[in-house]
């Protein structure tokens, strides 16, 4: 039995490089961000999970039914999410009335310090607010675990497509994706 167990580790394999941390996805040929779309999941209902609002209450995407939302996930320690919140203000200013965006941060609860306050600040994003899921409820419920993760829920609350991995929102990508909600 102790040969199987061993017979797992691979010692011999050359580590491969981890990717950069400001690494976005894969970009097409004139550089825009563009993550993975993935429409599996088009007409599941939003998850039942909570989170709290910028003012610490508790909340759930049902809440916010009754006009189109994207809900981003993302984390201070994410490079590709902290490059892609600009452009997600920039759409929030853009779509206001048309389409909610909500960006939902995924910082563990289980650091000393909480570094959303002092990251939230120094961005200074007019048209976004800091949901916080310290929990991380929805990345457990949206799956995959990957950051940035964003999804669109239409006014009934049912999912359209997700993103996994950094977009570029001001981009002619995000622009035909949104164009049904956008009109």
């Known amino acids: 039995m102790p040969a199987l167990l061993l017979a797992g580790c691979d010692k011999q394999s050359t580590p491969q490089p ?3 941390a400001t690494a976005t996805a894969a970009a097409p040929a004139g550089g825009e961000p563009a993550g993975t779309l993935d429409m599996a999941q088009r007409g599941a209902a939003m998850p039942k999970d909570g989170f709290k609002t910028p003012e610490g209450k ?7 039914k009754g006009q189109p939302l994207l809900v981003n996930l993302w984390a201070t320690w994410c490079g590709p999410c902290v490059k892609e919140m600009p452009s997600l203000d920039r759409l ?3 779509t206001k009335g048309k389409l909610r965006v909500m960006v939902v941060n995924q910082d563990s609860a289980k650091q000393a310090v909480d570094p959303v306050p002092e990251w939230w600040a120094k961005a200074k994003l007019a048209n976004l607010q800091p949901y916080r899921d310290a929990e991380n409820n ?3 419920a949206f799956g995959g675990g990957l950051l940035p993760t964003t999804v669109l829920y239409d ?15 001001d981009g002619p990508r995000a ?3 949104l164009a049904d909600y956008l009109g």
């Open 138 to 140: 929805l990345g457990f």
């Open 18 to 20: 981890q990717p950069n």
């Open 155 to 169: 006014a009934n609350g049912k999912e359209v497509w997700r993103i996994s991995g950094g977009m570029d929102w």
């Open 58 to 64: 508790a909340t759930t995407l049902a809440d916010f």
């Open 175 to 177: 622009n035909t994706l």
């Open 92 to 94: 929030a200013a853009r």
